[in-house]
């Protein structure tokens, strides 16, 4: 079948599909006061393996980004399907009252001063590596110094683990995707 192409906006918010699909975690910081505060992110990447170190592409205004710079570090909270409505529909509330509306639960991380997401299925701790203007995006490097993920997934056949993580991925607006099947590349 010869494929026949046609011009497609180069401007993201028109794309349907979306080419870009980015895993939807919640960025979990407190203030200067030890205030929580957790918000949707999915433009998230890695970019260093040694050391780990992954990016997230956010606004500088924003409680998240604010808080990042004053705190130094930050948890990377893995958004599954049970969670992922509360999640889209969570930022019509701000601070506290999103934590409490979403029904989330917050406990201790055990290396950064931030709060981590008990109901995510796995959860990064990172410390601020560095930042950078791009565009319109103000990104956040981050230094991943520990994880944890539900003993169940690890305790999974190879192939059972990722729909036990049950990771989501941000489509367009309220629109999301649930990891499908899993593949082997021929080797
Ligand atoms: C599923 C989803 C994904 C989002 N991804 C991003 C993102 O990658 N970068 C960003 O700056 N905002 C993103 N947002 C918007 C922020 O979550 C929103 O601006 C939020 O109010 C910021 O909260 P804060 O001020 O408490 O940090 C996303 C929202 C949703 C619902």
Redesign the pocket.
């Given at each position: 079948m010869k494929m026949k192409k046609v011009p497609y906006p180069t401007n993201k918010r028109e794309w349907s599909p979306s080419l870009v699909p980015?895993p939807?975690v919640l960025?979990s910081t407190y203030d200067s006061n030890r205030v929580p505060?957790?918000?949707?992110?999915?433009?998230?990447q890695m970019v260093s393996f040694d050391p780990p170190i992954l990016m997230?592409?956010?606004?500088r205004e924003?409680?998240?980004?604010r808080n990042i710079l004053r705190t130094r570090c930050f948890g990377v909270n893995f958004v599954n399907t049970a969670l992922a409505s509360g999640?889209?529909e969570?930022?019509q509330w701000?601070?506290r009252e999103?934590i409490q509306k979403v029904g989330l639960t917050l406990t201790a991380a055990s290396e950064i001063e931030a709060p981590l997401v008990s109901e995510s299925r796995a959860n990064l701790e990172c410390r601020l590596h560095s930042t950078c203007e791009v565009g319109s995006g103000f990104v956040i490097f981050g230094e991943i110094c520990a994880a944890s993920i539900w003993d169940e997934i690890l305790a999974a056949e190879d192939e059972k683990r990722y729909e036990l993580l049950d990771q989501v991925f941000?489509l367009e607006d309220g629109v999301?995707a649930r990891m499908g099947k899993v593949l082997k590349a021929r080797k």
């Open positions: 980015g939807v960025i505060n957790i918000a949707p992110k999915s433009w998230l997230f592409s956010g606004t924003n409680t998240t980004e999640v889209f969570s930022i701000f601070g999103r941000f999301f």
